[in-house]
Nanobody, 115 residues
Framework: QVQLVESGGGLVQPGGSLRLSCAAS????????MGWYRQAPGKQRELVAT???????NYADSVKGRFTISRDGAKNTVYLQMNSLKPEDTAVYYC?????????WGQGTQVTVSS
């Protein structure tokens, strides 16, 4: 059974930075996609960024140039470095892992951008 544990959320002022971490425990195969999604109040969950096991990345247009997704394969951990944060980035951020036909979600971590 795979478990995802997120950390790093919090309250930050506009223009500030945060780094989210997601550690995966359990059986992780060599081929996978890990990513971050977010859900703001009253809105649908949306893709933020993904990273494939070969290192390829993908970003939502709204975060390109501000957010960076990376991974540490040895630790089965994915990171989301968020810079130049805006109030509209406020949401619950969820870690996601896809391995073949299986999909796993973290419990979510709140990110609030406010002055």
């Amino acid at each position: 059974q795979v478990q995802l544990v997120e950390s790093g959320g919090g309250l930050v002022q506009p223009g500030g930075s945060l780094r989210l971490s997601c550690a995966a425990s359990g059986s992780i195969f060599r081929l996978y996609v890990m990513g971050w999604y977010r859900q703001a109040p009253g809105k649908q969950r949306e893709l933020v960024a993904t990273i494939i096991s070969n290192g390829n990345t993908n970003y939502a247009d709204s975060v390109k140039g501000r957010f960076t997704i990376s991974r540490d394969g040895a630790k089965n951990t994915v990171y989301l470095q968020m810079n130049s944060l805006k109030p509209e980035d406020t949401a619950v951020y969820y870690c996601n892992l896809r391995i073949v036909a299986s999909e796993y979600w973290g419990q979510g971590t709140q990110v609030t951008v406010s002055s």
